[in-house]
């Protein structure tokens, strides 16, 4: 995980390569017809968005969080409920899932939650680790350091964790990043630099965390 900060630093403040652009996006036609009151639209954009919103909710939250099902729910709706500000400055499945995220940062600091850094296993993760190609203990520690991160993100400014989400969690590039949050480019970079400067210092500060974290580097 350290050499993962170390690299999305070095990401974060390189530059891309200029004029790059967001590819043909297959659910327009589904969100005009949804903003236009079609209700097969509808249903058909949100079993479309759906996985790409669960992905989104379990890495903020946890993959068995028990809010994961609600807080996928409250996130679908307020995609539908921001559907009528879509500008189309990034992809839709960028859009809905940048909703997501917010949703569930929100969600996270509003029931004041805080993953432990080394959380017991429960019977979905003992089932994911025996289908995972890794040894249980490197498919363990990978969850403690994933487990670990989230807890950090509760740290951090709104814009600071929105970004690094997106950014680290979801893989989104700086411009995706940019375009999905209706931010310029430089901004993301400023804000990607100040939320791994501070992750930094408290994985530094922090013994069990460093523990957890540097099972990478």
Do not use: W
């Amino acid at each position: 995980m350290l050499r993962l900060l170390r690299s999305q630093r070095s990401s974060a403040s390189s530059p891309e390569p200029p004029g790059a652009t967001e590819p043909t996006d297959p659910l327009k036609a589904l969100v005009a017809g949804t903003l236009a009151g079609a209700r097969d639209a509808e249903r058909t954009l949100l079993v479309a968005i759906g996985p790409a919103l669960l992905r989104t909710v379990r890495g903020v939250l946890g993959a068995t969080h028990p809010d994961v099902e609600d807080v996928l729910q409250e996130a679908m709706a307020a995609v539908h409920r921001a559907l009528p500000d879509f500008r189309g400055e990034c992809g839709t499945l960028h859009f809905a899932c940048r909703v997501a995220v917010q949703t569930a940062l929100n969600a996270r600091r509003r029931a004041g939650y805080r993953s432990r850094h080394t959380p017991n296993m429960s019977p979905e993760e003992l089932a994911e680790l025996a289908r995972d190609e890794r040894s249980p203990a490197d498919a363990h520690a990978a969850a403690a350091r994933r487990s670990a991160l989230r807890t950090l993100l509760d740290e951090l400014p709104a814009v600071q964790a929105e970004a690094l989400v997106l950014h680290v969690v979801l893989g989104y590039s700086v411009d995706e990043t940019a375009r999905a949050t209706r931010s310029p480019r430089d901004t993301v970079r400023s804000r990607l630099r100040a939320a791994l400067s501070t992750l930094r210092a408290r994985v530094d500060a922090d013994g069990v965390l460093l523990e957890i974290l540097d099972g990478e580097s």
